[in-house]
């Protein structure tokens, strides 16, 4: 290694998941880049116990420094929640693996600050949008950081990297049997890999872990009551937790239902067209809701122009952009409307569908008695006017063209 960071380091922090591609990174980084200690760290933002508990064992066979972080709150808090204000959504995908992205990345250099290590690994492809995430999620909080990225930097197939493990004792038999390429955390699991890189292979039932079919959804609708407070839930059924708590209940009672599978063909910051598949039950729900709520409250020049900005935080969010001033400006907007957006929303859960029902807010820029069709407190006389003059210049244009359309 040339450069003078690493030598005189000497240690490298692997952001790792005890997947085949972040195994494979821990003998690299002895063998290939010479450092003497790999220190492995895992977030946890949700993902099943059983892989977090996999990543410790093999850290622990592989004899490296590991560390796992429990984020679970802060991701829900810090993450998700400002995701559900700015009603974050991807091409119709809540973005639940990118927005992880970041903490995951901010974790990993808290943990290299207290050890005073300054190189990092990932196991990131040159395919995906994940590499652009954790690399400027790591240079944002640590600019002098230096950053390896084995299977982007030498081309790496997952035959090679099969061939590699079973050479460098990696232990890999849960990869191997793995057909599906699995991304999980409390806001989505994401699926890809196998034939579902075929557009038109329908998605098998076995890809689906958290979601039920519509066949074997509940046979009864759930009624269900969901407390927002400045844009934020707050409580499910009147019954307040905490947000990643809420996350997960929401995750179980929608997906009993079978709601929030996602199949979509995703534009990638590469420009690769890639077909994805999700299971976003809490997700789905709680952004539905929230935008019911928004539409109660707010006016509608800013429901309008909230779709852009929304838009753009969405845009950032995908590209892993957290710590852009462009994504605080528009925070700072966004921000402002969520005020008022507190109340409660009512839904109905039912084979496959949520539906809204019901919502209630103090800060309702509603009135039952101007809208109604029984009262006459909105004076419709008074209408006349404002009618008559509606479309003045597109009226005006009309009379033009009838004496001067040869002209155009
Ligand atoms: N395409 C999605 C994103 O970029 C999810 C990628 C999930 N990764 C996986 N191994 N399934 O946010």
Known sequence: MKNKDVLNNQKVLLVYSGGLDTSICIPWMREELGYKEVITVTVDVGQEKSDIAQAEEKAKAMKTTHFTVDAKEEFIEKYCWPAVQANGDYQGYPMS?????????????????????????????????????????????????VIHAPIREHNMTRSWEIEYAQKKGVPIQQSLNKIWSIDENLWGRSIEGGRLEEPDFAPPEEIFQWTKSIDNAAAKAETLTIRFKNGVPVALNDKASSPASLVMQLNTMAGNHGIGRIDVMEDRMMGLKVRENYECPASTVFLKAHKALENLVLTRDEIRFKALVDQEWSKLAYEGLWWDPYKDDLEAFIQSTQKRVTGDVSLRLYKGQVTVTGRTSTWALYSEDLASFDTTTFDQRESTGAVKNFGLQARMFGQLLKKHQKDL
Not at 108 to 129: S, W
Request: charged content about 20%; aromatic content about 6%.
């Open 97 to 145: 693996t990118s927005i992880a992205r970041p903490l995951i990345a901010a974790k990993a250099v808290e943990v290299a600050e207290k050890l005073g290590v300054n190189a990092f690994a990932h196991g990131c492809t040159g395919k995906g949008n994940d590499q652009y995430r954790i690399e400027f999620g790591i240079r944002s909080k640590m600019p002098n950081a």
